[in-house]
């Protein structure tokens, strides 16, 4: 019976590269218990590794000259340095260029606070207006033509429909405001 050296191959492949990733995440790891098991596990692939070398060599295939894919050495050449793993996983998974972030973490929070307080006015303004039943229905009109407008925009940047994410901040918004009436009704605090 003839000995299945591809199959044998790409074991050997799959192995080394098993203990590259393993021994690249033990060295990314600073949790001690995590990094250990990392270690370990990347040992056991070598073991196996060494294995699947043993049947080749076995088989009269020098099996020597194997190291780990190219698809295992990118990522595990990129986890030794945190701050290009960091920028390449935010530049290929969130699509985000970290060289154009910038940004002050005070003017964040400004502008966190200004719209804050802009979206604060919307449900307020009819009862300048009107009061009673018919200020409760237009701020009630207002908030979710509001909060529709705040949905549509975020699909903007969040890739996602824009009906779902006008839906999305509507119901988020009206929960928001569900909890705010049932904290006013536990406490005493009636609209009239």
């Known amino acids: 019976m003839k000995p299945d050296i591809a199959r044998y191959e790409k074991n ?12 690249a995440l033990a060295a990314a790891e600073i949790d001690p218990i995590r990094r250990d098991l990392f270690l370990q596990l990347s040992q056991a692939e070598a073991m196996h590794a060494q294995l ?42 969130l699509r985000i260029d970290p060289a154009e972030m910038g940004g002050n973490p005070w003017s964040a929070a400004a502008f966190s606070f200004a719209l804050f307080a802009v979206g ?11 009061g009673g039943m018919t200020g409760m229905a237009w701020s009630l009109a207002l908030s979710v033509v509001a909060l529709g407008a705040i949905g549509l925009a975020t699909s903007l940047f969040s890739g996602r429909g824009t009906v779902y994410s006008a839906m ?5 918004g009206a929960v928001a405001a569900g909890v705010t009436y049932a904290i006013g009704a536990l406490i005493g605090v009636s609209l009239s």
Not at 12 to 23: F, I, K, N, P, V
Not at 168 to 172: D, E, H, Y
């Open 12 to 23: 050997l492949r799959e192995e080394l590269d098993g203990s590259a990733l393993y021994a």
């Open 52 to 93: 699947w070398r043993e049947k080749l060599s076995a088989a009269g295939v020098d099996a020597e000259g194997f190291t780990p894919s190219f698809r295992t050495r990118v990522p595990t050449d990129l986890m030794r340095n945190k701050r290009a793993a960091l920028d390449t996983l935010a530049r290929e998974e």
């Open 120 to 130: 604060a006015v919307f449900p307020v303004v009819p009862f300048f207006f009107a």
């Open 168 to 172: 999305r901040q509507v119901v988020i």
